[in-house]
C-alpha cells in the first residue's frame, strides 16, 4: 500500500539513450511532482502537475518531458541521456499545489548514465 | 532568486552530543517545513511551523521558527545513531513554491 510508488528503482543506460520513470500515487492527491537529487543532496524541483495541468516548469532541458495521463500518474521521459543526468529523481505529491502542503515522496529512482 | 540557506552542511557528533541545523531565507517566509531522508532513503516529512516565534517539539527534536519568519532550526538533544541522516528545511516565499535548503547531513558516531 505504498502511496507514492515510482519505476524503476535503478536504471543504468548509455548516453544518448531515451528512457523513462512511471510514478503513480494511491493517496487522492491533486498535485505531482518531479525532484531532481544531485551526488550533493542538493534537492531540485523539475515540474509540478496540478489535476494533469503543468504549473511549474524550472529551468529543466528540452530532454526532459514529463507527462500526466491522469492526476494518479506523472510520468517522466528523458530523452539523449548525458552524462549529467545521472542522479536520484524523486517523484513526489501533495494534496494542492499551496506550499503550506505536506510534500510525500516516492522512494527514488536511482539513474547512473554511462 | 529567493533562496533558503542551511547551515551546517555536515555535522559529526559523539552519540549523546546535541546537534542544530540552521535555516535562513532571503525573504519572509509563510512557513517553513523540515523532512528528514534517511541513507539510501527519501525525505520524509517531520514538521511544518506557520507562526512568528513558533516552536514545537516532537520527543528529542526542537523546531524553531524566526520571529521575523525568516529563519528556523531544528535542535536534537542527546542524538542518537537513529537520527543519522540529512535534515532539510523548506520554505515558501508566498509565491506558491516551496524551497528546500541544501541539508544538513548528520553522522552520529556510537
Known amino acids: 500500500d505504498t502511496a507514492v510508488s515510482q519505476t524503476p528503482k535503478y536504471l543504468v543506460t548509455q548516453m544518448g539513450n531515451d528512457k523513462s520513470i512511471k510514478c503513480e500515487q494511491n493517496l487522492g492527491h491533486d498535485t505531482m511532482y518531479w525532484y531532481k537529487q544531485d551526488s550533493k543532496k542538493f534537492l531540485k524541483i523539475m515540474f509540478s502537475y496540478n489535476n494533469k495541468e503543468l504549473i511549474i516548469n524550472e529551468t529543466v532541458p528540452n530532454r526532459f518531458s514529463p507527462k500526466s495521463p491522469d492526476k494518479a500518474h506523472l510520468n517522466l521521459h528523458i530523452n539523449s541521456l548525458e552524462l549529467g543526468d545521472s542522479a536520484v529523481y524523486f517523484c513526489a505529491s501533495s494534496r494542492g499545489p499551496s506550499s503550506g502542503n505536506t510534500i510525500y515522496f516516492g522512494e527514488g529512482s536511482w539513474l547512473t548514465v554511462v | 532568486g529567493q533562496q533558503v540557506m542551511q547551515i551546517p552542511q555536515y555535522q559529526h557528533v559523539q552519540e549523546g552530543e546535541d546537534f542544530t541545523t540552521y535555516c535562513n531565507s532571503s525573504t519572509t517566509l509563510s512557513n517553513i517545513q523540515w523532512y528528514k531522508q534517511r541513507p539510501g532513503g527519501h525525505p520524509v516529512f517531520l514538521i511544518q511551523?506557520?507562526?512568528?516565534?513558533e516552536v514545537k517539539k516532537q520527543k528529542r527534536l526542537t523546531f524553531q521558527f524566526g520571529e521575523a519568519k525568516k529563519n528556523s532550526s531544528l535542535h536534537i538533544t542527546a542524538t542518537q545513531t537513529t537520527d543519522v541522516g540529512t535534515y532539510f528545511c523548506a520554505g515558501d516565499n508566498q509565491g506558491g513554491k516551496l524551497i528546500f535548503g541544501q541539508g544538513t547531513e548528520l553522522s552520529v558516531k556510537p
Open positions: 511551523l506557520v507562526k512568528s516565534g
